[in-house]
């Protein structure tokens, strides 16, 4: 077991350093959004929705985070926009998947276009349709 007066150098086995009796705790999960007629009209005033676009998505037009996905407060958390939208239109998201986009717009926040998956799907997901930072590399 590893302790904070330990030295550990380069060539330390990290499976020494982790602890086997005490696993980490599983990431908790915030709780499931309740609906309200307020808060989907907060939340749609922040959404563009141009029913000329091709793809029909709902471009969120409030706060965005560093990596363009949009930021939505409920009961004075933050959390993402496309969350949100997946929770107030189709229901809750179970504590193992996160939300993915079909049309791969971190903008949008149509839930047509929102589904449930793994971070493994995610990413399976993300390589099939050549949006990994490495699509140039062999």
């Given amino acids: 077991m590893y302790s904070p007066n330990q030295k550990v150098g380069a060539m330390t086995d990290l499976l020494a350093l982790f602890d086997f009796d005490n696993p980490p705790l599983p990431i908790q999960r915030r709780p499931p959004i309740k609906a309200t007629p307020q808060l989907v009209a907060r939340f749609m005033s922040k959404v563009y929705i141009d029913y ?3 793809d029909g998505c709902w471009i969120w037009t409030g706060t965005r985070q560093m990596y363009g996905y949009g930021e939505f407060c409920v009961n004075g958390k933050i959390q993402r926009a496309n969350r949100v939208s997946y929770q107030m239109f189709c229901g809750s998201i179970p504590t193992p998947l ?17 589904f449930l998956g ?15 930072r490495n699509q140039f590399s062999k």
Avoid: E, I, W, Y
């Fill in 98 to 114: 996160v939300v993915c986009h079909t049309c791969d717009n971190r903008f949008c926040v149509n839930p047509a276009h929102l």
């Fill in 52 to 54: 000329g676009m091709p």
């Fill in 118 to 132: 793994s971070v493994r799907d995610n990413a399976l997901d993300m390589v099939a349709k050549q949006r990994n």
